[in-house]
């Protein structure tokens, strides 16, 4: 601590603290993960329909631990939560040229998932809490005509729900939602993804589940439900699901619904089952760290840090902040010297895409979108980084003192 304030006090010294730990680096892969995953290659087992009379694939296994765990009565495994997220649009009815709300602030499969289905979104604003700015929804419900809103829980901030609920059922619009970032997280008492029609989740490298890639569908709609199996690849062998509506609803559908051949494989439900477990106390091990920045970074000048409701019980896998009463030059310098300081900040200020990062101006297949102004500004002065769980609190607390030096050194 005493090296902090030393630092602190001497911001442009040689000896600048300077983290050393790597943003994108997980925890390993627990033990009876790798060991079922190891029993599964030794059998060749890998495809999920490849079983024997009488047994149940580890993917229908976890689908139907995902869907107890939620709380719905179905689930699918999917390739990624980006196909999870078209096989939900395709499922619920969208039909090219068909107007989706989507919030402005998401991540590019969510576009891409848009694109997929060959409808037209009508992005939504967002607020400066990064939640969609539910006024603007309803104007633009209103205006739109558009029955369907793609929900995306960006970076964990989930929005009143309760209002989401009564202004899609007031304008007959059916809700996906994109919970990529909320695994684990509920709003009042309820898990994201059972609000809406659909929720699609990701087990993709930097999310609350790790098994490289894939995607969890849930959903309590019969129809929808067989139309997803049916769409991810199922071929006749959908009686092999466990988490799967009755028989006859697939008969209506399994000669109308293509294969769009995007099923989860037995060895990445294997490393997600290993996880499940311990989602929760993976959760609070997350909002630890996330309390920890968020108590040590709040009052920091040209720092404002987000509001959040009572009611939204989020997981801080990552943390947001943004620079207020700064020009955007001075966002880019901040940035740039947190990273010579071994903090990883990304930022969504640049209209170039960059790693995993970009912004609504940069989906340029859509042609021309509506205009966001309010976005586009609160997109400019937005900081944006991982919090892994391989960052201990000590790490944390380096990382808070590394932003406020540097926020010290560059802030006019
Ligand atoms: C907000 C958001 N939605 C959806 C996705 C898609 O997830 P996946 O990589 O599993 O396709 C991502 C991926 O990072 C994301 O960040």
């Not at 200020?349 to 859509?366: A, C």
């Not at 309010?374 to 980084?385: I, P, Q, R, S, V």
């Amino acid at each position: 601590m005493a090296k902090e304030v030393k630092f602190m006090c001497n911001p442009k010294s040689e000896n600048r603290l300077v983290f050393n730990k790597e943003f994108t680096r997980q925890e390993p892969i627990p033990e009876d993960g790798i060991k079922r995953a190891m029993e599964i290659m030794e059998t060749g087992r890998l495809h999920r329909y490849n079983t024997v009379r009488g047994e149940v694939a580890e993917t229908s296994l976890l689908e139907k631990e995902f869907a107890d765990y939620v709380g719905t009565a179905y689930c699918t495994g999917l390739s990624s939560c980006g196909s999870a997220i078209y096989v939900a649009l395709k499922s619920v009815g969208v039909l090219p040229g068909d107007r989706i709300l989507c919030n402005a602030f998401t991540l590019a499969p969510v576009p891409g998932a848009i694109m997929n289905t060959e409808a037209e979104p009508i992005f939504v604003e967002i607020d400066e809490n990064y939640l969609t700015d539910l006024d603007d929804l309803e104007e633009k419900a209103e205006a739109s005509g558009a029955k369907f809103f793609l929900l995306s829980h960006m970076r964990g901030h989930i929005v009143d729900m309760d209002r989401v609920t009564e202004i899609c059922n007031r304008f007959g619009i059916t809700m996906i939602e994109d919970c990529a970032h909320t695994m684990g997280a509920k709003w009042g008492d309820k898990f994201t993804g059972t609000f809406g029609e659909v929720g699609c989740f990701s087990t993709q490298t930097y999310k609350h589940i790790n098994s490289g890639e894939g995607g969890l569908l849930v959903t309590n709609d019969d129809n929808v439900a067989a139309k997803v199996i049916l769409y991810s690849g199922s071929y006749m062998l959908y009686e092999k699901h466990i988490a799967k509506p009755p028989l006859e609803v697939f008969e209506k559908y399994k000669q109308m619904i293509p294969n769009f051949s995007l099923r989860m494989s037995n060895l990445v439900a294997a490393l997600i089952r290993s996880q499940l477990p311990e989602l929760d106390k993976q959760c609070t091990r997350w909002n630890d760290r996330y309390k920890l920045i968020e108590k040590r970074l709040r009052g920091t000048p040209y720092i404002r840090l987000p509001e959040r409701s009572v009611k939204e019980h989020f997981v801080g896998s990552s943390f947001q902040f943004t620079i207020k009463g700064a020009p955007v030059s001075k966002v880019k310098q901040f940035i740039n010297t947190c990273s010579d300081r071994g903090i990883e900040i990304k930022w969504f200020g640049s209209m170039e895409p960059k790693g995993f990062t970009s912004r609504f101006e940069s989906w340029e297949y859509f042609g021309k979108t509506n205009p966001l102004p309010k976005t586009a500004e609160l997109l400019n002065f937005m900081c944006d980084f991982r919090v892994p769980l391989t960052f201990s609190l000590d790490d944390c607390k380096q990382i808070t003192t590394i932003i406020q030096q540097v926020t010290e050194e560059v802030m006019p």
